[in-house]
Structure formats: structure tokens, C-alpha cells
């Protein structure tokens, strides 16, 4: 292979990674304005929890086990359909509670810690299968995680942030969302898991 | 409906060329960064959906009383967190661990305990000579519809195992070879409409068209498929088929719904997809379509859903349309494996004014 070539090729390959970092940089574009809509959609979200009518809801019990431990369920359905999933410890503390809104809409998931302090909270939208995440930190920092998994790369953008609300960084990464074998399919429209015949 | 499956781009290049040392060094810095990305992979997204309870019961039914099962059903329970369409897919295994046949079921749920049944065609049971008892494995319990997606909840290998049932105790299926044959000139319009009555049971209709192939032309007869934007092209021995019309339909009426799950067998994979579930309209007629059915490969098309109140017996109808240009002496050897027992209807309409057979000739062996 001459010289010329090799600089022809190496300059075809410098090319195309420019191409996947401006790939990524708009995905990270997309994902940002998402996350705002997400956040929006989470604050809203949020009031709707503390304004959950319980005292209207039909009431059901169950129990579920969760990382080994055995939470009593209390389950609201108000009357328009959404469902108010609270679980709590033996000791009757408050370990996370479910927010399912009706007609496939998006779920709120808040999980508390143990001094009671919300710990997590999880916006889910599954027409879409988008994730809004907010993980807390006993020192006032946050980590803020938007998923779309419909995407196949770049579909992650993590954002930490200090306790003032400064952003400490800033990552891309792909995080696939379904299990080994598992695609989504353009034709189709919809996820395929393969197996062999 | 489900709608056709894609081909995956497959993105080639050679390696021939890129020896030397600068280069190997891009490739493999390269190959860090993506194996990087690949190990900050995660499976699992958003909250619990649904779960399998491990709850299971099976029974054999005969549906039209002729002394042979028709389906091998097998009830799962399912408990429901979120609200909405759920679909089950799994297979039956003999003991020996070889697959024998696929199913599936979709519906609409609130939340709750819930039981989800897979129908297991008692045609394929029959056909494949091996019995039971059976294992059920590879089960899959979906949340979603075609049209908004899908998300698995739970996957199980080794779900359960069923009663000792004797393949000979189910229906044996019907599959004679046809052979159409003759000589014509022209573009031709053909509708091919099948229309059948199937028998209820508990209030739920199911039909299942196992091994069918597309195009359904046997190995004997030469099929060349060419691909485009618009779908496939089949050329065969005097007839040529464009890709577009690709319209199949299928109709159920004295329905409250109507599901249709797709096994396509293609190469050395397995795909599978449920359809949203389509509701029947006030005359209790409900209707699935699709214009993307791909050929290459066999299907095993799985048609469901609740009967309305107190029928006994559905009507289902399966149309399809598409475009024949003659040009030619032709004979096809058609390979009717999975076609339904039922009225068939074939409208021929000429297309561009005018088309001729010099002769035609249709053998039933």
C-alpha cells in the first residue's frame, strides 16, 4: 500500500468518526429538549400523586417481594382509572409508590430511603419506551438520566449536578432497554426477540 | 396485523486492504471504544409491568366432536400491574427437547390476577408424530400492541408440563399438492377469498395455518425474489409478481375481537409478532390487514379472539389480491400446506383491457 493511500484511508477513517461524534452530538440536541418535556411531565406527574384521591379510590391489597424483602401492597384506582401503587415495609414505612396513569400513560415511580428522603424518582413512558431518571444523593447532588431506547445508539444522557444546580458533567452512552435479542424493527414497527430455530 | 419482517443491512467491507501498522492502530482504538460502550450496556428499563405467576393447567379440546383434539390448550397466569394488551407467546417441546409447534394470545386486561391461554394446534401435534407429555419453554409475556410497540415483562425457558397426550389422539391434516398449468398473454387482477366457519369454545374462537409457505409454489417450481422500497418481486417460470398489490385481509364476524399472531421461520430464525387487537364494530365484524406480507419463508399464522355472546360457531373470511403479468407457458406446482378447509372464491379481472389463456388446466392430487 503507498503512502498516499494510507493517508487517503486514514483521513476516510478520521472522517468517519467525525461523523458518529455529530451523530452523537445531535442525539444529545434531541435528548436534551426531551428530558425537559420529561421533567415537565414528571413535575405534573408528582402533583398528581400528592393529589390522588385515596379517599374515592376502590382499595385492594397484595403482597410483593422485591430485592429479597416483602412489602405490603396497597393499591388506590381512582375513578377515571389511574392506580396509586403504595408499598410498604413490615414496619409500615414507606418504600416506594406507583403512579399508573390510565390509557397507557406514563408511570411515576418514587422510591424513598430508609430516613424517608425520596431517593429516586422514575418517569416511564411506555408508547415510546422513554425514561426520565433522578437519582439523589444524601450531599444535595442529583444525576439526571433520559433514556429512549427506541433509539438504537446514543440513546442515553446522563447529567450530574451539584446541589446548587451546576452541572458537574455531562455523558452519551447507548443503553438497549430489552433483552439480548431483542430489536426494534423499522418495518414492523414494534420489538422483535430472535431465537434460533 | 402484523406486518412483515425486515432484513437486516448487512454492512460488509474488506479487511484486505487495511494492513498496514497506522491503520491496525485506528482499527483497534477503534474496537476499545465500542467494546467500552458494549460493557455499559443494561437489559432492564422502567418499572414492573407484569409477571408470570407459575400457575398453569392444560387440556385437550375437540372442538367439532369428530373424536380427534383440535387444540392443546394451556392456561397461564398472569398478574397484572399496568393496565392494557399483553401478549404470550411459547412453544411446546417433547421430551426429547425437539420443538413442535408455537402459540400465542393477546388481550386486553385491567389490572389483577389475570389467566392469559395458549392454544396449541392439534394439525401440527398430529403432523410431527411426537408425544407427551409436553413441555412448554421458551414462553414470553409481552406488553403492547404492533402499532405502539412492544415490551417484554417476563421470559420463562421452563415454564411447565403437560398431561401424556399421544400425537395420534389430535386431527390429522390434510395437505395434497396442486398443480396449475397453461399459457396465457397479459397482466391479470386476482382475489383469491376464503371464507370458513370455525366452532367456538368457551367463548373464544382460534384458527391457527401452520407450515404455510410464501409464495406458496413448491421447491419444484423455480422462484426468483427480488427485493425493492416497495416490497418483493416473485418471477417464476411464465408469470411475473409485482411486488404491489400485497393486500391480505382477514374478517371475523359474530366476533367481539379479532387478534392474529405471526411465526415466520426464516432460515435459521425464528420471529414472532402479535397484533394490536382490533375490536368488532356494532354487526360484530371485526377486520386485520396488512400490506407487507414478505415472502421467503414458512408462517404460521395464529387467528383469535372472544366470539360474541352465546355464538357458537365464527365466520372468518381471508382475502388476498395481487398482480399477475403472463407472458408465456406456465405450470406452477402449489404447495398448499396450511391452506384453511373452506369455500375458496378467485375473482380474475384483466388488467390494461385485454388478456388471454391459451389454455389452462388446474390438477388436484
Known sequence: MTGVKR?????????????????????????????????????????????????????????????????????????????????????????REVLISSGNGPILT????????????????????????????????????????????????????DKNGDIISKEISTTPGLPDGCTFCRNTGQYECEKKA | MPRAPHIQDACLFSLRRLAAPITMIVIVAIMAILLQAASAQILSMGPE????????SDRAVDINNDGKFDYLLVDAGVHII???????TGYLYDRNNREIVWSADHRNFSDGMQTMQLAFDGKTLEKMKLNGPYRLGNVTLTWGTASDGLMPCAMIDDAYQTGPYNSSDFVDPVTPEKFLSGSGSGELLLSITINMS??????????????????????????????SKNGYNLSMPGIYIPAKPNNFTITASRVRNINVGVLKLQGDLQ???????????????????????????????????????????????MSVTKKLVVDGPFRL???????????????????NGSFSFDEIEYIDV
Open chain 1, 7 to 95: 493517508i487517503i484511508l486514514f483521513m476516510g477513517v478520521l472522517f468517519i468518526m467525525a461523523l458518529s461524534q455529530s451523530a452523537a452530538a445531535q442525539n444529545v440536541t434531541y435528548l436534551e429538549n426531551l428530558q425537559t418535556k420529561m421533567q415537565e411531565e414528571q413535575a405534573s406527574l408528582m402533583e398528581s400523586l400528592q393529589t390522588f384521591d385515596k379517599a374515592g379510590a376502590n382499595v385492594t391489597h397484595e403482597q410483593l417481594t422485591d430485592g429479597g424483602k416483602t412489602y405490603n401492597v396497597t393499591i388506590y384506582k381512582d375513578k377515571d382509572g389511574n392506580i396509586l401503587r403504595e408499598l410498604r415495609d413490615s414496619d409500615g414505612n414507606l418504600y
Open chain 2, 271 to 317: 420471529r414472532t409478532w402479535v397484533s394490536a387487537q382490533f375490536a368488532a364494530d356494532a354487526r360484530g365484524s371485526a377486520r386485520a390487514e396488512s400490506d407487507l406480507i414478505s415472502p421467503g419463508g414458512s408462517y404460521h399464522v395464529k387467528i383469535f379472539g372472544d366470539a360474541a355472546e352465546n355464538e357458537t360457531a365464527v365466520n372468518l373470511t
Open chain 2, 198 to 227: 370455525q366452532p367456538t369454545f368457551s367463548g373464544r374462537y382460534t384458527y391457527d395455518i401452520v407450515g404455510l409457505n410464501m409464495p406458496p409454489i413448491s421447491v419444484s417450481t423455480p422462484v426468483k425474489i427480488t427485493g
Open chain 1, 110 to 161: 418514587v422510591t424513598y430511603s430508609e430516613e424517608g428522603d425520596v431517593a429516586k424518582r422514575e418517569t416511564f413512558e411506555p408508547v415510546g419506551l422513554r425514561k426520565y431518571t433522578e437519582i439523589y444523593d444524601k450531599d444535595g447532588s442529583k444525576e439526571q438520566i433520559m433514556q429512549d431506547a427506541s433509539q438504537k445508539e446514543n440513546n442515553t444522557l446522563t447529567t450530574k449536578v
Open chain 2, 82 to 88: 399496568y393496565p392494557g394488551e399483553y401478549s404470550l
Open chain 2, 49 to 56: 409491568f407484569a409477571s408470570l405467576t407459575g400457575n398453569y
Open chain 2, 333 to 351: 406446482a402449489i404447495n398448499t400446506t396450511g391452506f384453511p378447509d373452506g369455500a375458496y372464491r378467485i375473482n380474475a379481472r384483466a388488467l
